[in-house]
């Protein structure tokens, strides 16, 4: 069975290296594709109409949470029996989570039959001209939830048997599909019922291969179809609290720009919107990282303890070592570039807060990586109970901010919950794993310095001193990470990958190196 490789196999640093990088490819290629086809579709269909397809877009998004983190569950549970060699008791897990994931898919797909009238007719301001497609195209949407949830299951077996190259070989395709699908209607039809018809039938075929993946990772799941009730309470105690977070964390997200807006104005919201938007889109790093530590950790917690903890060092390192520079180029060159994108105001208005959700999301991006190990540990009631207490302390502490420091302070509240959220986080890993006492030691020096040095990057006023202290700070930053951070051998492995790609680029010194092993 091909599920059954050893864990050092399924844990290699070279393995979860090239997952990283497909997860990245996975995210960036159809983000790439829908900057270039939403222009198109507003063109196209209008704005009415595109802003209908953007909730479809929502929608469709969210469809994930009636899975009640059940595919979560699954990755968790079925890397749990890989690393206890337990292969034979794979094929009832899956069914009986597939079995499971459609039954909460019709239930989903019921509850948004019902109340697709309401929300169209009562709830959201649809055009009177528009309510009756929309209305079909909720409908269709409702259908497709049961498929939706079946393929959040499928994707969980193949991020627990590490095969993340084939998934995001799909997710690919399926991305770029649902940004480019709705332009091969428009030729033929501006009504978003075929609009949002293309969007399901991209679902179905995605749903299918995501099937004949599985049957091809894992041939037990096609040759055995075993169905066990006790795996049932235990799919639903973990996935339960994973939905708990799921809950909350949206609001916890985006609650500072409904009180943004209740406080304040609807421009406010646009000032604080606008940067936020952009710089949480660095989250894609670290959750590349951790989308491919998850089942690695769940692997590795069973059976070698340290290599998990070697795994989490070396994801926060490595998240560090990739995101800071941004994140210092942002910080000190914040009202330059949003004067260049969006204009005086916002360079005005928002350069403040840029500032603050940039250092925020660099601490919030190094919190994913302990959050991700509790989770792979098989205690997501830890975040989840983490979440209920944070929720009403940012609350609180973001209304009051806002009324006494308007949109900045909505920044800085949001910063302060990342920060406390991540101390927490770091906490209770190490109480989970004791880690080691020098990783804490370099993760404390590492987050203030860094934080200090931001600091400065906000100080100079001219365009001349910004660069002087920009360079200054990426060189220093260059030698510390290559000579602090980074252990000898992986100096030593980055030199020879460099040594090789040099090598294969260069013909004339691919014929020496030929020649010379001769």
């Not at 936020?276 to 790093?285: A, E, G, S």
Request: hydrophobic share 55%; proline share 5%; glycine share 8%.
């Amino acid at each position: 069975m091909k599920a059954a490789k050893p864990v050092s196999h399924l844990t290699s640093g070279r393995l979860l290296a090239r997952n990283t990088v497909w997860n990245l490819l996975g995210q960036l290629l159809p983000m790439a594709v829908g900057i270039v086809a939403i222009p198109l579709l507003i063109r196209g269909i209008g704005v009415a109409r595109f802003g209908v397809l953007s909730l479809a877009w929502i929608i469709i998004g969210y469809f994930s949470l009636f899975d009640l983190g059940i595919g979560r569950a699954l990755t968790k549970l079925l890397a749990d029996r890989i690393a206890a060699q337990e292969e034979h008791v794979i094929p009832s897990l899956v069914w009986t989570s597939l079995l499971l994931l459609f039954l909460l898919g019709l239930f989903g797909g019921l509850v948004t039959l019902l109340i697709s009238p309401w929300l169209v007719q009562r709830t959201l301001k649809i055009p009177q001209t528009l309510q009756t497609e929309t209305l079909h195209a909720f409908f269709l949407l409702a259908v497709s939830i049961p498929l939706v949830t079946i393929t959040s299951g499928l994707r969980g077996i193949l991020e627990g048997l590490q095969r993340f190259r084939i998934l995001n070989l799909i997710r690919i395709p399926m991305g770029i599909f649902s940004f480019g699908g709705p332009l091969l209607v428009l030729p033929f039809s501006t009504s978003l019922v075929p609009v949002v018809g293309i969007l399901v039938g991209g679902r179905l075929i995605g749903g299918m291969a995501h099937l004949f993946a599985c049957f091809y990772a894992l041939p037990a799941f096609r040759h055995s179809f075993v169905l066990k009730r006790s795996l049932v309470l235990r799919l639903f105690k973990f996935g339960g609290w994973m939905t708990v977070s799921n809950l909350i964390s949206p609001i916890m997200i985006y609650m500072d720009r409904f009180l943004i807006g209740a406080l304040l104005s609807v421009s406010a919201v646009a000032y604080y919107t606008a940067p936020f938007d952009v710089v949480t889109r660095l989250t894609i790093i670290p959750a590349a990282v951790a989308g491919v530590l998850f089942p690695a950790f769940a692997l590795s917690l069973v059976q070698d303890p340290n290599r998990a903890a070697l795994l989490l060092s070396r994801g926060v390192k490595y998240v560090f070592l990739a995101l800071f520079p941004i994140v210092l180029v942002i910080v000190t060159l914040a009202p330059e570039a949003l004067r260049l994108w969006l204009g005086a105001a916002f360079s005005v208005n928002a350069s403040s807060v840029l500032r603050w959700l940039a250092a925020a999301v660099l601490v919030n991006s190094l919190a994913q990586l302990p959050f991700t190990l509790i989770q792979g540990a098989g205690r997501p009631d830890i975040t989840a109970k983490l979440h209920l207490l944070e929720l009403p302390i940012y609350l609180f502490a973001l209304s009051l901010l806002v009324r006494d420091q308007g949109i900045e302070g909505a920044a800085i509240a949001w910063a302060a919950r990342a920060t406390l959220d991540a101390v927490l986080l770091f906490f209770l890993a190490h109480r989970l794993l004791p880690l080691r006492r020098e990783f804490l030691l370099k993760l404390g020096v590492a987050a203030v310095s860094g934080l200090l040095l931001l600091y400065v990057g906000t100080l100079p006023d001219s365009p001349a001193w910004k660069a002087v202290v920009l360079l200054l700070g990426l060189f220093a930053f260059g030698v510390v990470g290559w000579f602090w951070c980074l252990a000898p051998e992986e100096r030593a492995f980055m030199l020879r990958a460099h040594e090789n790609s040099q090598t294969n680029t260069d013909p004339n010194r691919k014929v020496l190196a030929e020649s010379g092993s001769d």
